[in-house]
């Protein structure tokens, strides 16, 4: 097949139709095992969490999108990161973002404690701390572009160039930008990390997480530990994220349009002491993210004045973001990353990365735009 736009190839990419029925969609195989005609004889499948047909077209369809050789699907993000962890041997040293999921954060750290893993956590948004802490072997270069939740973002093709100097595996998580807006490989990642939780699967039903790696041999040593670990998600669950990817690119440009609308009516506001949305030209590295990006998503966090007391005031007000953890389905939700999904951090560490008791997250949905800003100035008139 020639190549093709990604919208296109979100929604035809390792899925043509059932060869046994000619079902347009995949069928839900929920089989767990399946037979064998004499030992070790098989049509390809043994047993489900080696490999599942359903899963197997997502995997497909995953590599394909993000312009990968492997992808493999996981029963939640920080399963694929799990796994991914294991491929990296005790005493090794992991360079990592500075500004990260409060869930990544403590999952390094558990591995530092457990098991002698070295995690220096570095500014990357310029390539001097990168630099020096490359200076040292490092086994692998682990970021977020954009970041969570400070939406900061990272030259990937400088970063891969960096790294790779110094020998080091290159890991992009890419659950904020998605392979709609950006595909990590392209510029020199070696491995893409998803939460298909989010905008994948994108309708807040399902949780699941996923590897894409750029090279077979990596690949197989990641399929292998997937089979070992066995952090795999069901096959209805695989069907519900292929489903989400279908409508992946027109959704994306949805999330725009509101994140757009909402970030306005915010950077207006003299009760707003930032707005973090790479689509903003006030947003320092918002040339950076027209080089390196096709847009800029329905991600961005706000730093009101006034702290926690302006927070609760403004959210009491809010009529149609939903106060949950998450992000990145139809409906708008909004977290306050101090108290929910960063919690884990130290304060001293939050503090230090700019987590104010004052930010918000926001992940904007495909409601209409001018509602959202309605909503967000509604809560703003309560500040």
């Given at each position: 097949m020639r190549r093709l736009r990604f919208r296109t190839k979100a929604i035809h990419a390792g899925q043509p139709p059932d060869a046994a029925t000619g079902a347009v969609n995949?069928?839900?195989?929920?089989?767990?095992?399946?037979?064998?005609?004499?030992?070790?004889?098989?049509?390809?499948?043994?047993?489900?969490?080696?490999?599942?047909?359903?899963?197997?077209?997502?995997?497909?369809?995953?590599?394909?999108?993000?312009?990968?050789r492997t992808g493999l699907a996981f029963g939640s993000g920080l399963g694929a990161l799990t796994t991914l962890l294991e491929n990296v041997p005790s005493g090794s040293r992991i360079v990592?973002?500075?500004?990260?999921?409060?869930?990544?954060?403590?999952?390094?750290?558990?591995?530092?404690r457990q098991f002698g893993i070295t995690v220096d956590y570095v500014d990357m948004t310029r390539p001097e701390p990168l630099e020096a802490a490359l200076a040292r072997p490092a086994t692998m270069v682990?970021?977020?572009?954009?970041?969570?939740?400070?939406?900061?973002?990272?030259?990937?093709?400088?970063?891969?160039?960096?790294?790779?100097?110094?020998?080091?595996?290159?890991?992009?998580?890419?659950?904020?930008?998605?392979?709609?807006?950006?595909?990590?490989?392209?510029?020199?990642?070696?491995?893409?990390?998803?939460?298909?939780?989010?905008?994948?699967g994108g309708h807040s039903d399902v949780i699941g997480g996923a590897l894409v790696a750029k090279d077979a041999e990596l690949g197989a040593r990641l399929l292998w530990l997937q089979n070992a670990v066995g952090a795999v998600p069901s096959p209805f669950d695989c069907f519900l994220v292929l489903r989400g990817l279908h409508t992946l690119g027109a959704r994306m440009r949805a999330h725009e349009e509101s994140a757009r609308a909402v970030a306005e009516v915010l950077a207006r506001s003299r009760k707003v002491?930032?707005?973090?949305?790479?689509?903003?030209?006030?947003?320092?590295?918002?040339?950076?993210?027209?080089?390196?990006?096709?847009?800029?998503?329905?991600?961005?966090?706000?730093?009101?004045?006034?702290?926690?007391?302006?927070?609760?005031?403004?959210?009491?007000?809010?009529?149609?973001?939903?106060?949950?953890?998450?992000?990145?389905?139809?409906?708008?939700?909004?977290?306050?990353?101090?108290?929910?999904?960063?919690?884990?951090v130290p304060k001293a560490d939050r503090v230090a990365r700019g987590i104010t008791d004052g930010l918000l997250r926001l992940s904007c949905g495909i409601e209409d735009p001018a509602d959202l800003a309605e909503d967000v100035a509604r809560g703003l008139r309560a500040v």
């Open positions: 995949v069928p839900v195989y929920l089989s767990s095992t399946f037979a064998q005609s004499s030992p070790n004889r098989t049509k390809g499948y043994v047993y489900s969490r080696s490999g599942n047909p359903t899963r197997a077209v997502l995997e497909r369809a995953l590599a394909e999108v993000e312009e990968g990592a973002i500075d500004d990260l999921y409060g869930g990544t954060w403590r999952l390094f750290e558990h591995h530092r682990y970021l977020e572009s954009p970041t969570n939740p400070l939406m900061r973002l990272a030259d990937l093709a400088a970063v891969a160039r960096a790294a790779h100097r110094a020998r080091a595996t290159v890991v992009v998580d890419n659950t904020f930008a998605t392979p709609a807006l950006q595909r990590p490989i392209e510029r020199g990642a070696d491995v893409v990390l998803h939460s298909t939780t989010k905008y994948l002491r930032a707005v973090h949305y790479p689509g903003l030209a006030s947003h320092p590295q918002h040339a950076l993210a027209r080089r390196q990006m096709d847009g800029y998503g329905g991600m961005m966090s706000v730093d009101l004045t006034g702290g926690l007391s302006a927070v609760r005031r403004f959210l009491a007000r809010l009529e149609i973001f939903t106060l949950a953890e998450s992000l990145g389905g139809v409906e708008s939700l909004i977290d306050h990353p101090a108290l929910m999904t960063h919690a884990s």
